[in-house]
């Protein structure tokens, strides 16, 4: 019975020395990121009405890096296909803005602690796909694609909508073919 009790008092010991040492380097479970501490062309992007009060953004963490904390910061209450967000990186209570972020966009989580950002800008018949990495210092366009929309499919870039046209073409789908071929190269007719 002594020795249970002297191994929990132990272990109760250990798991206190660990915990008081997170926590005095400064490392919490929940890092926090406030309306006050966001850079100013993040907290600018908005009128005086919709930034009244401290609840006008929403900040998610998102992880940690070898400077600090990352979060994507976004308005509360503006229609998502009108707004922006950004990730926002925090070391030391002092936050940056790292990269504004469309309404959609993915990360990808590959090498290191920064995520890669990848998201496409839509028009109406087409989207340009952009990706961006961290480079060490800061983010970098690494990808700018241009994608084609047919009839509400997508059939990839310029290259791969001319080879689905003519796999069309070859199975006897003209109409296909000649819509491909229109809404990617201007071309009417076959």
């Given at each position: 019975m002594k020795i249970a009790h002297t191994a929990s008092w132990l272990s109760s010991l250990l798991l206190g020395a660990a915990l008081f040492g997170w926590t005095a380097a400064g490392e919490t479970s929940n890092p926090w990121l406030a309306a006050e501490e966001l850079p100013?062309?993040?907290?600018?992007?908005c009128t005086p009405v919709s930034c009244a009060d401290a609840a006008a953004f929403h900040a998610n963490w998102v992880g940690r890096t070898p400077h600090g904390n990352l979060f994507v910061v976004s308005r509360a209450g503006c229609m998502p296909e009108a707004c922006s967000s950004w990730l926002i990186e925090k070391h030391d209570g002092v936050a940056r803005a790292l990269l504004e972020l469309p309404d959609?966009?993915?990360?990808?989580?590959?090498t290191g602690r920064y995520p890669t950002v990848e998201f496409e800008a839509r028009t109406y018949?087409?989207?340009?796909?952009?990706?961006?990495?961290w480079n060490g210092s800061a983010y970098a366009r690494t990808l700018a694609?241009?994608?084609?929309?047919?009839?509400g499919f997508e059939c990839g870039t310029r290259d791969e909508c001319r080879d689905s046209a003519a796999r069309a073409l070859r199975a006897n789908d003209v109409d296909r073919a000649q819509q491909i071929w229109q809404q990617v190269d201007g071309v009417a007719w076959i």
């Open positions: 100013r062309d993040v907290s600018n992007s959609e966009f993915r990360f990808h989580r590959v018949a087409q989207a340009l796909r952009l990706r961006y990495e694609q241009r994608v084609y929309d047919v009839n």
